[in-house]
């Protein structure tokens, strides 16, 4: 639908790729967005609605991977170009890599070369093979779309509707990311459950050390007050013989006793 919009606007996008869609978030997190309009154009005139004409002589504009045959072959792009580019997408999504990645050469025409005579040399039913039918049948109907020609966006909802009921899958908005996110976010509890877990047995052991300090500090002072009261004892007891053997007299001078 994203691309649709963007051809009953009048527009071209020549740069489908999955870097181009983003999923929102918050309350629009089950919203696709299409971004990036810098390569995009205008494929009919705003006013007379006369489509551009049709030529061969155009460098490539886009994202080579993704990139229609037609296009890399130098022809001027049209809606059909942008709905190739879609299906190498959804390909991508189903394969995990395309064909063509990974193509190394001397330089960059080379490379683009060896890309384009790969993606040429692959039949629909290859890039498809093991998955359902729909797949084949889109990339088919996609490339049998003339340079004019409008593509049926309801015949293909309809086409991918079909295969999702068949398949008894249900819009509950639960992508594969969703699953991730729920999965992290349960990992992220169970990290900060252990961390505040770690962190009370952290502050037992800290109690614990400050109670044994507090035993220390108490065992000292009673140590000390067991000194002082021993040594205060000796003097005492130190004080009380030199008493008894002497005695004051008149101003203060002693007098031995015999």
């Known amino acids: 639908m994203r691309l ?3 051809h009953e606007h009048g527009f071209i996008h020549r740069d489908v790729k999955p870097d181009n869609f983003l999923m929102g978030l918050g309350e629009q997190s089950n919203k696709l967005y299409l971004i990036d309009f810098g390569l995009s154009k ?27 045959i037609n296009a890399q072959m130098g022809v001027e792009q049209s809606r059909r170009d942008d709905m190739e580019s879609l299906c ?38 290859e890039l498809c093979k093991g998955f ?35 398949l008894n899958h249900q819009y509950d908005f639960i992508y594969d990311w969703t699953q991730l996110q729920q999965q992290q ?8 459950a252990n961390e505040r877990e770690r962190e009370r047995e952290r502050q037992v052991d800290r109690n614990r050390e400050r ?9 000292r002072g009673q140590e000390q007050e067991r000194r ?12 009380g ?18």
């Open 4 to 6: 649709e919009c963007v």
């Open 42 to 68: 205008r494929y009919k005139d705003s006013d007379s609605h006369t489509h551009i004409p049709y030529r061969k002589d155009r460098n490539l504009t886009g994202t080579v991977r993704y990139a229609s």
């Open 88 to 125: 190498y997408c959804v390909m991508y999504f189903n394969l995990g890599k395309l064909p063509w990645q990974g193509i190394t050469a001397a330089n960059k025409k080379q490379k683009y070369e060896k890309i384009l005579a790969k993606k040429s040399s692959v039949t629909i039913a």
């Open 132 to 166: 359902p039918s729909e797949f084949a049948l889109l990339m088919t109907y996609t490339r049998n779309l003339r340079f004019k020609d409008p593509p049926d966006h309801v015949y293909l909802r309809q086409l991918f509707g079909i295969l999702l009921r068949s």
């Open 185 to 192: 976010q349960q990992r992220d509890r169970l990290r900060r």
């Open 211 to 219: 109670e044994k300090e507090r035993l220390r500090e108490r065992d």
């Open 228 to 239: 002082l009261k021993t040594s205060t004892q000796q003097a005492d007891r130190s004080n």
């Open 241 to 258: 013989r030199l008493s008894g053997k002497y005695d004051r007299i008149g101003d203060g001078a002693i007098s031995k006793r015999k």
